[in-house]
Every structure is written in structure tokens, then in C-alpha cells.
């Protein structure tokens, strides 16, 4: 993994009516603790995979949820403690239902919080980043724009 070229990653914001879905998973910078964090379904753009199918992918694996995109919340960019820059590509979506209880190595559950709950969360840093609570204030605070503003020549619609 070279930490001086960003990484592209994909993170959907899961709203249903006023809570968000949100992973707890083990701690990958710190191994040795105990302490679970809590992430959007987020991840890894893969090869010759569109950011389209990538967050639903992603979504899927680490949750169990199958989402519906509404719009596209815009490109975070955030340089990681351990100096990794990521270009965190944000989908504001819907959920439409649960078809898995298996989710990925390290996730221990999904589940949904109250803006209220992730604000705790984060005053106590259980948040993966601080990409988490953003995104979510920009889900309820900022514009939504439409999916079509990706364009994606390799992956076209």
C-alpha cells in the first residue's frame, strides 16, 4: 500500500428518517485494543469497478443492507493518522432491506443511530474518522447532487 498516492474509497450514508446506518468494527489501526469504532459502509474502490457499483458493493458486504442511491454527497478528502490520503468518494442512499447477517472480516454488527447517538460517539472517539460525523451533517444540512454529475467513461449507464 503506498501511503503517498491517494487511495479512492467509497462510503454510503444510509438514512431512514432520522437515524443512519453505521458499522462497529475492530480498531485496524490499533490491533491490540479492544474498542470497536463505528464507520459508514465505506470501502475500497477494486479494479475496473465502477464508484456506482462500488458503494453498493460495499454497502452489501459490510452491512447486509441492499441501498438505493439518491444522490451524491461529493469527494472527501482526508489524510489519515498514519499519513494515507484517502478520496473518499460519498453517496447519500436509502435502504430497501436486509438479505445478509454475514458481513465483512472485522465488522461486529450494523446498526442505526440517532444523529444524537454518532454525536456521542464522537465526543467519546469512537468514530473511525472525523469523515463520519461530517458526512452526515452534510446529508441533513448541505445540497444533494445528482448521480449523473459522475461521469464515468469506462462504466457508462
Known amino acids: 500500500m503506498n501511503r503517498f498516492l491517494p487511495h479512492v474509497t467509497v ?10 446506518l453505521l458499522v462497529e ?5 490499533n490491533t491490540a485494543s479492544t474498542i470497536t469504532l463505528f464507520n459508514q459502509p465505506a470501502g475500497h474502490l ?5 464508484l456506482i457499483d462500488a458503494v453498493y458493493r460495499e454497502t452489501l458486504e459490510e452491512s447486509g443492507w441492499e441501498i438505493t442511491l439518491v444522490g451524491y454527497l461529493g469527494l472527501y478528502i482526508n489524510t489519515a493518522p498514519n499519513g494515507v490520503v484517502y478520496h473518499s468518494h460519498t453517496f447519500l442512499a436509502r435502504p430497501e432491506r436486509r438479505v445478509s447477517q454475514i458481513l465483512d472480516e472485522g465488522i461486529t454488527r450494523a446498526d ?3 444523529l444524537t447517538d454518532i454525536e456521542t460517539l464522537e465526543r467519546h472517539g469512537r ?3 472525523p469523515l463520519v460525523a461530517r458526512r452526515i ?6 445540497p444533494v447532487y445528482p448521480l449523473d454529475l459522475i461521469r464515468d467513461l469506462n462504466h457508462p449507464t
Open 11 to 20: 462510503a454510503a450514508v444510509v438514512a431512514d428518517r432520522d437515524r443512519f
Open 25 to 29: 468494527e475492530h480498531d485496524r489501526m
Open 46 to 50: 477494486e479494479a475496473e469497478e465502477s
Open 112 to 114: 442505526w443511530y440517532s
Open 127 to 129: 468514530l473511525r474518522s
Open 137 to 142: 451533517r452534510d446529508a441533513l444540512e448541505d
